[in-house]
């Protein structure tokens, strides 16, 4: 719009052309020591994944709490409702049967409100913490883009904290919703299929066994 930005502490003023090389130069500069800063930090998190020692490993979900030293314990009023979660799914119940249920119940959300979102069952039915055990960097951020980790280095810490859901059960329901799920990756891409997953269809329970 035909103004122009001094910088007094460069003295630099983007009205003169002889501003411009110097504004390129330092502009330059600027985006390598961020890169520099952003390896840095990213360094520092992997050296405390790898010890151990990361806050993540300490992160709670529904259905645990802090207790000594920060470490995560059960907490009974909220796993109850995961392990519901969890039967309901193998029982054969979908998604939106399963927030149907805790609406109709007045179970409240991990926000505390009596509306559940789709997501939020989807997340509780995906996260492996459940079953005592951490994967860090599951997924990483990407030009501002929550993006799948399938190309880095993931971080696993089996027996982590006390269990809610048996691990044979958390694997049958990845399982089950892999073949509920309308989509299917080809060579060409992702494709539908042809037909969809009933909800009246239940888990032999003898096959988890």
Known sequence: MGGSVYFDEENIDTASTDSELLISILSAYAEAENDSRRENQYWSIIKHLEDGSSEIYKRKCFGYKKGE??????????????????????????????????????????????????RT???????????????ALKTYTQ???????????????????????PKEIFDAVQAEKMRRTNITKTENGNLRKSTKYSSKQKINREDLK
Not at 121 to 129: D, G, M, P, T
């Open 69 to 118: 030293n920060d470490t995560l314990v059960i907490l009974p009023s909220e796993a109850t409702i995961v392990q519901k979660i969890y039967e309901l799914y193998i029982s054969g119940y979908s998604i939106i049967g399963i927030k149907k249920y805790l609406e109709e119940n007045n179970i409240l959300s991990p926000s505390d409100k009596p509306t559940w979102c789709k």
């Open 121 to 135: 069952i989807e997340q509780i039915l995906s996260n492996e913490k459940y079953t005592g055990n951490i994967i």
């Open 143 to 165: 030009d501002g883009k929550r993006i799948e980790n399938n190309d880095k280095s993931k971080y696993l810490i089996s027996e982590n904290h006390p269990a809610i859901i």
